[in-house]
């Protein structure tokens, strides 16, 4: 078995700062990409940051410049350190992972269960 959870959500208001944490735990052997999408009521999930294992990363336009995604591969946990946020990042917000549970298995693609963040004007 393999979870990923995240953490860190939480209400602020607009100009503030949240953490957010994504631990992966259970049967891993290795972890590729690291993913933030983060989906608002009546709209489709939107892929927000992308982390790979050697630590280059991605950033939607409306993140980019405020948002900042990193992980620490020896703990097997992403961070999204959300700065400057605004009403419209009020989401949930899910971590997702491509991870492979033993040496020669295919890399299997996992999802958390999701953390709010509410952000008030």
């Known amino acids: 078995q393999v979870q990923l959870v995240e953490s860190g959500g939480g209400l602020v208001q607009a100009g503030g700062s949240l953490r957010l944490s994504c631990v992966a735990s259970?049967?891993?052997?290795?972890?590729?990409?690291m993913r933030w999408y983060r989906q608002a009521p009546g709209k489709q999930r939107e892929l927000v940051a992308t982390?790979?294992?050697?630590?280059?990363?991605n950033y939607a336009d409306s993140v980019k410049g405020r948002f900042i995604i990193s992980r620490d591969n020896a703990k097997n946990t992403m961070y999204l350190q959300m700065n400057s946020l605004e009403p419209e990042d009020t989401s949930v917000y899910y971590c997702?992972?491509?991870?492979?549970?033993?040496?020669?298995?295919?890399?299997?693609?996992?999802w958390g269960q999701g953390t709010q963040v509410t952000v008030s004007s």
């Open positions: 259970g049967s891993i052997f290795s972890i590729n990409a």
């Open positions: 982390i790979a294992r050697g630590g280059i990363t």
């Open positions: 997702n992972a491509d991870i492979q549970r033993a040496t020669g298995r295919t890399f299997m693609n996992y």
